[in-house]
């Protein structure tokens, strides 16, 4: 059988690592990244950038890896869950989701982190208006937010006391 | 005389042992399941809500490069239904009609999920549209037709009454009427339904992954409907990203994927996409109340009249039909926390050509709340009275437990007067009514809501739960490390944390040595997997069933390795110890080791080895939790948009098991009561077509749209073991209640009050035009 | 929800762009993707090529030229939020970006992408017809220039041909007193209704967005200072723009009174 469309070899700058990957120029990021590159913490929720659970970071801002196309990232800098996520142990901000409860099902919680975390680097002095504003494009079914948001302001905390 | 067991684990806020995993994105989702040569099914699905079809075209998606196979109903010819309950069932793929926009019509299985939808475009299915049947009133009298030719469109119909209600209600001085509408509403997890399928060349069993809440259950249901026998099915349930009820349910689709993966033997997976789901994951909560209120001059409600109608889409769920949960369950609590001695109640339940209805959160709960709390608030604004005091002379009063509603059903303990009097402390109602008064001079319009809440848990028959009862097994390893094993399916619960919390304190053994395997049908014992608020209270309590035995078997051990008395042992921190002696101790690994290799040193009577399964079956059909939720919102009177501002809750679960997971759940569960109340809503068009199948018109609350929770734990213990109660419901039971409550005390000036769920922008528009300013 | 087959051109320059588009009739462009992507995840939007400009630097200016603000097709909302520039001269088109979407939507959403997608309830056609802007196209016979209320033609309509490229828009400035306002169910939607209200010195207008199938700019002689003759003039504007919902009227009117009162602070 013939194939349905040609597929391209490009480059891709994941977590600091380099990866040459064959795609299909319609295949997401997304897909490209949980299927071919095997980094499966990136969660697909709704292909239309409205759930957030896709967020990652390019060139170290928030964007949604479903509506990106893999081809569109060569040349960019890809941070998925797995590289904000030490070698052994947690992350500060992980750690502080994990001691304020701030995941129940988890499927959220990539994305969610990932927003939390390049807002803290942007804005160590974020309040709970910002924080609360910045998570609105990250939809969670399960922890009605508050333990997040408290998770967002305790990792701040203690980044400011270091 | 044992030792007095000192529980050092239960009731602790213990850091969840699920949350490393995925909080480094190591978990494992079901689209995370990837095995070699593994096929993708996208599904053709019906365009129409209700149509014949006149041939189907499958040519040239056949030949599309890429395909591996194409099934229409001619080679999966599953049907999905509960033969003794319903007279219809859903074919898995539509046999020569189609009932609903959404429904499965040929599944096409290719190498990836991109070419797999490229194909079903290609298909050509040929329709003749007839007309939708989409009125539930109409549907009761037949109108416009029946949507099953061989069933009537009424598939339940149940009538009850007190004795002597017609004389008590005709006798009362006061009446209202009042009628209430939800509109529907669907779970949304955010991870969506999937299912994946592969045979196991060694033993020929097919392997099921499944993102379900019942493994067990759908081990059962994908070897009844496949004529497979048990033993050669094994279900795994991998991470589950939320179920909420929706994930119940054995869909068309599971059965689809099981099909191809044994008709191909290749391994095949579905995931369902965000359109998919919202058009074909159950629905919810498509309900009509006509209700009839009598009530005497001080407020006190003396007979509610209901008539229960629910629109169950086109074919009842399997294996059961949402819209029977949700009426004949509302029907029996329909006086919640209230003393109301009469009550007759009606229930039809339709076809329509909708999707079906099936479970979310709470089902009958949050309908029966925003009635009954509707109904109260109603009473004391004829009556001119304040609705905390209508509550006060409404409620059942602590002596009057075990208190039989007028139902017939029996409620155990609780806190009911209580918890709303610390709720009303906790949210300043006092102090509100001037701050209210104050600002709506300056325009701005405040209100308040309560919502007193009761929650049957941990039913004998739970509508996940095709049992009443939960299974544990515990083995102890030669290491004296443990594993226990539920049938539990979580889906965020955090059952791995609570389940061994309760384990802990009862081995002795730490808590970080203690791993609970759940959802898979070959190591977990039978049992009836989570929903109906149920894992903990039975779960939990064949948790503590089995640790208990384990540890009487540990004692036995010890007093023998230690020549002392059972009644003198004492078991923690991996030890067993003589009270009073603590260098008279032996490890719980020593003993293991003993059970296990050393067997001839056993105690007479003991078995080898040390493992056990027990098996808990509450004494009682339903045990409640009970607890009260405020809520403060303001009304934008010129947008008609609504702002939930305060929120305030006391819930008693009985005895808690990690009240920090309690409180997630309460957070979250008002949450979705937010989105019930004010955001969500399914809408179908008068052609039957679904228009909210995207997440930017089914609207989910945003971390903004819901405030601070307070809460507040009381705790009146069941009689069921660990003194246990379920409350994964009791938050979006009572939150929609609550909210629509404010917003018809805020919009008091303009004399509406809220009849409709979800409350809409237009809708509030609406009450503030149609109302006259006081 | 896969998007169909479709080829991809990486364009580095406007001309190669333009050629690109010129050779295949089928062809998009591809700027932040924020609202064609979902349309081709859902395959409403089918183009057998994606034209990608995310390269072409020239489109991501933001300038100032005598009286005249050029923003760059390919200025993302995020940029658009927090440009000196922008938030000096135009703040309110500053004010209204930052009501777009969401954060990681503002990071990839361009001006371009928005005034070519023509959603009628978004905010920033409408801001460009409140603003008098001008639209610059390029096409392959060379550039031309429009002004933003002959852009917008209808419902997810522009005037823009397919073979054409936007390349920046042209924002006069005159000493300006502009608010903004609008109705959303939760932060981020598409707004039920909202409106830009002008209150300078030389004119008064009011333009809505998510009231009728496009923004449209209604000018009046001067706003009455007396708040019950103001909304009543609102009131009369509103029911001028056809809409599909009688009760979007009443939310207009508040959500421009709203605007207006914004418009008073500007100074």
Request: proline fraction near 6%; glycine fraction near 10%.
């Amino acid at each position: 059988m013939a194939a349905v469309e040609d597929r391209i070899s490009i480059q891709l700058q994941v977590n600091g690592r380099q990866h040459q990957v064959e795609v299909a120029p319609r295949w997401t990021l997304a897909d490209v990244l949980r299927h071919q590159i095997g980094l499966t913490g990136t969660h697909i929720g709704c292909e239309q950038g409205v759930c957030g659970a896709c967020t990652v970071l390019l060139d170290g801002e928030p964007v949604r890896s479903c509506l990106m196309f893999a081809v569109q990232a060569q040349g960019h800098h890809v941070t998925t869950v797995e590289g904000v996520t030490p070698e052994t142990g947690l992350s500060p901000l992980q750690e502080s989701f994990r001691d304020h409860h701030a995941l129940q099902c988890g499927y959220c919680t990539p994305g969610m982190l990932l927003t939390a975390q390049a807002l803290l680097d942007r804005n160590p002095t974020a309040d709970e208006g910002a924080v609360r504003e910045a998570l609105t494009g990250n939809l969670c079914r399960c922890t009605g937010y508050q333990f997040i948001v408290d998770a967002v302001l305790a990792a701040r905390d203690q980044g400011r006391d270091e | 005389m044992a030792q007095a067991m000192r529980p050092q684990m239960m009731g602790a806020r213990v850091s969840r042992v699920e949350d490393p995993r995925l909080l480094s994105g190591q978990a494992r989702f079901l689209d995370d399941i990837q095995v070699p040569g593994m096929l993708e099914v996208a599904f053709v699905r019906s365009p129409h809500a209700a149509a014949r079809i006149r041939g189907i075209h499958t040519e040239k998606a056949v030949q599309y490069p890429g395909v591996h196979a194409v099934l229409t109903h001619q080679e999966c010819s599953v049907l999905l239904w509960e033969r003794d309950t319903y007279k219809v069932g859903q074919p898995v793929l539509a046999n020569g009609e189609v009932c609903y926009v959404g429904q499965p019509v040929v599944a096409i299985v290719a190498e990836n999920r991109y070419v797999a939808e490229d194909a079903a475009e290609l298909v050509v299915v040929e329709y003749e549209p007839v007309t939708p049947v989409l009125d539930m009133r109409e549907s009761i009298l037949e109108q416009p037709r029946r949507v099953h030719p061989e069933a009537e469109n009424v598939f339940f119909h149940k009538k009850y009454a007190t004795p002597g209600f017609d004389e008590a209600f005709a006798k009362a001085p006061h009446h209202l009427t009042a009628s209430f509408r939800t509109n529907r509403q669907t779970a949304v997890s955010m991870e969506p339904r999937g299912t994946a399928a592969m045979v196991d060349a060694a033993s020929g069993r097919v392997t099921v992954y499944a993102s379900t809440q019942s493994p067990h259950r759908m081990r059962e249901d994908i070897s009844h409907l496949m004529e497979i026998p048990e033993h050669l099915v094994r279900v795994i349930v991998p991470e589950v990203g939320g179920g909420f009820g929706m994930k119940a349910n054995c869909y068309p689709e599971d059965i689809v994927v099981v099909a191809a993966a044994l008709k191909y033997k290749k391994p095949v997976k579905w995931v369902s996409d965000r359109m998919e789901s919202l058009e074909t994951d159950v629905h919810a909560r498509d309900d009509i109340h006509d209700v009839e209120v009598a009530f005497d001059g001080d407020g006190k409600i003396i007979a509610i009249r209901d008539h229960l109608m629910a629109d169950g889409g086109a074919y009842p769920a399997y294996p059961f039909s949402g819209a029977v949960g949700e009426t004949s369950l509302a029907s029996r609590v329909l006086t919640g926390p209230y003393d109301i001695p009469h009550l007759a109640t009606e229930i039809h339940c339709t076809y329509s050509n909708k999707t079906p209805l099936g479970a979310y959160r709470g089902v009958w709960g949050p309908i029966a709340s925003f009635i009954q709390e509707g109904v109260v608030d109603r009473v004391a604004r004829h009556l001119g009275l304040d609705s905390a005091e209508v509550r006060r002379r409404n409620m059942i009063r602590p002596g009057q437990f075990p208190y039989r509603n007028a139902a017939g059903m029996v409620y155990d303990e609780g806190s009911y007067l209580q918890s709303m009097e610390e709720a009303l402390t906790l949210i300043g109602y006092e102090g509100f009514r001037a701050r209210q008064a104050k600002l709506r001079e300056e325009g701005r319009y405040l209100g308040i809501g309560i919502s007193v809440f009761v929650e049957p848990t941990a039913m004998a028959s739970s509508e996940a739960g095709s049992v009443g009862y939960e299974s544990c097994t515990i083995r102890i390893e030669p290491s004296g490390k443990v594993t226990a094993a539920l049938g539990l399916g979580p889906s965020g619960q955090g059952h791995e944390t609570t389940m061994a919390q309760i384990i802990a304190d009862q081995l002795g053994v730490r808590f970080e040595d203690i791993v609970i395997l759940h959802g898979d049908t070959d190591s977990a014992p039978f049992g009836g997997g989570t929903g109906g608020s149920r894992s903990g209270p039975i779960g939990g309590g064949a948790a503590l069933v089995a640790g208990r035995q384990m540890r009487e078997r540990l004692v036995k051990y010890a007093a023998s390795l230690l020549e002392a008395g059972e009644e003198d042992i004492e078991l923690g921190n991996g030890q067993a110890w003589v009270a009073g002696v603590p260098d008279r101790s032996i490890a719980i690994r020593t003993i293991a080791e003993t059970a296990y290799t050393n067997v001839r040193k056993i105690p007479e009577g003991l078995p080898i080895g040390l493992e056990l399964t027990a098996r808990y079956l509450p004494k009682r059909p339903v045990t409640f939790s009970n607890g009260t939720h405020i809520a403060e919102v303001e009304v934008d009177i010129h947008t008609g948009v609504v702002e939930v501002t305060r929120y305030a809750v006391v819930n008693d679960c009985g005895t808690l098991i990690n009240p920090t997971i309690v409180e997630g759940q309460i957070h979250g569960g008002v949450a979705q009561g937010i989105g019930s109340a004010i955001l969500e809503a399914l809408h179908y068009d008068e052609d039957g077509q679904l228009v909210t199948t995207s997440l930017l018109d089914y609207l989910l609350p945003e971390s903004t749209d819901v405030p601070r929770i307070d809460v507040r734990h009381l705790e009146t213990p069941s009689e069921g073991e660990g003194g246990i109660k379920g409350m994964g419901e009791g938050s979006l039971i009572a939150a929609p209640a609550a909210i629509v409550n404010a917003i018809s005390d805020a919009l008091t000036p303009f004399d509406g009050m809220v009849d409709t769920l979800p409350v809409t922008p237009p809708m509030v528009l609406q009450m503030v035009s149609g109302g006259r300013t006081r | 929800m896969k998007p169909a087959v479709f080829q991809y051109r990486k364009a580095e320059t406007t001309r190669e762009a333009l050629e690109a588009l010129g050779t295949n009739p089928g062809a998009k462009v591809l700027a932040g993707g924020q609202s064609l992507v979902p349309l081709m995840n859902f395959r409403l939007s089918r183009p057998d090529v994606l034209v990608d400009i995310n390269g072409i630097e020239e489109l991501t200016l933001v300038e100032k030229l005598d009286q005249t603000l050029a923003i760059g097709a390919l200025v993302r909302h995020s940029t658009l939020s927090q440009h000196p520039l922008i938030e000096r001269e135009v703040p309110v088109l500053a004010e209204a970006a930052r009501h777009i979407g969401h954060w990681a939507i503002r990071n990839r959403g361009t001006i371009g992408g928005s005034a070519v997608h023509a959603d009628p309830a978004a905010e920033l056609p409408a801001a460009l017809v409140a603003l008098r802007a001008s639209v610059v196209v390029g096409a392959p016979r060379g550039e031309r220039t429009m002004p933003a209320d002959e852009f917008f033609l209808g419902y997810y309509t522009t005037a823009l041909a397919q073979d054409e490229l936007v390349m920046r828009f042209e924002i006069p400035l005159p000493a300006r007193r502009m608010g903004f306002s609008e109705v959303v169910r939760r932060p981020g939607d598409f707004a039920l209704v909202g409106a830009y209200v002008e209150d300078s010195d030389a004119e008064a207008a009011v333009t809505w967005f998510g009231l009728g199938a496009m923004p449209e700019r209604q000018v009046v002689e001067a706003w009455p200072k007396g708040q019950d003759e103001r909304q009543a003039l609102l009131e009369r504007l509103a029911r001028e723009v056809q809409s599909d919902d009688e009760y979007k009227y009443a939310m207009a009117v508040n959500v421009a009174e709203r605007a207006y009162l914004a418009a008073q602070k500007e100074g």
